[in-house]
């Protein structure tokens, strides 16, 4: 199967595959699909692992000022190429100025579950002692609503 691969596989030379591996990434392509793209473009040169990661360091980033964060967070002492390339994409979506949704700030609403404090043992009783419902700890009346306005500048809430 591999000699089937090998010959008639998708071939391309050393110089075009140097030109793809320092293009940009395009704005409308994720970072994921980039990822995927180089990955394919470096099984067709014949594993050129360490190229992908120096393209997801070096080139694929549209702000310069993120190419620097990229750079910096880039360890030319590992030996797992891949690895880190996954690793940087994985940063790179999490924190890429690009990929905010516009100018404005995105507002989400968080609820603040109380997780890690001391509740006393009439929080844990029924609201309604002798009654199946919910613990007085979960009910949702109206004086009981507790929520957090979280405002964040450059980061998807909905996802």
């Known amino acids: 199967m591999d000699r ?4 008639f596989g998708p071939r391309i030379s050393k110089s075009q595959a140097f030109k793809l591996f320092t293009s940009k990434k ?6 994921s699909n980039h990822m995927l793209f180089l990955m394919a473009v470096s099984d067709a040169i014949g ?3 360490d190229q992908v990661l120096n393209n997801i360091a070096k080139y ?3 702000s ?6 990229l750079l910096a967070r880039l360890n030319p002492q590992r030996d797992d190429y891949l690895r880190q390339a996954e690793e940087l994409v994985q940063f790179a979506q999490l924190n890429d100025p690009s990929v905010c949704l516009g100018s404005k700030p995105t507002v989400a609403t968080v609820k603040n ?13 029924a609201k309604k ?3 199946e419902g919910h613990y007085k700890c979960d009910c949702v009346s109206d004086e009981k609503k507790n929520y957090t306005l979280a405002v964040t500048d450059g980061i998807d809430a909905a996802h």
């Open 47 to 49: 594993g050129a692992h």
């Open 64 to 69: 310069s000022d993120f190419q620097g964060v």
């Open 4 to 7: 089937l691969n090998f010959k």
């Open 26 to 31: 395009k704005e409308t392509v994720s970072w």
């Open 129 to 131: 002692p002798g009654k």
């Open 60 to 62: 694929a980033s549209t």
């Open 113 to 125: 579950t109380g997780a890690g404090q001391n509740r006393s043992s009439d929080d844990r009783r």
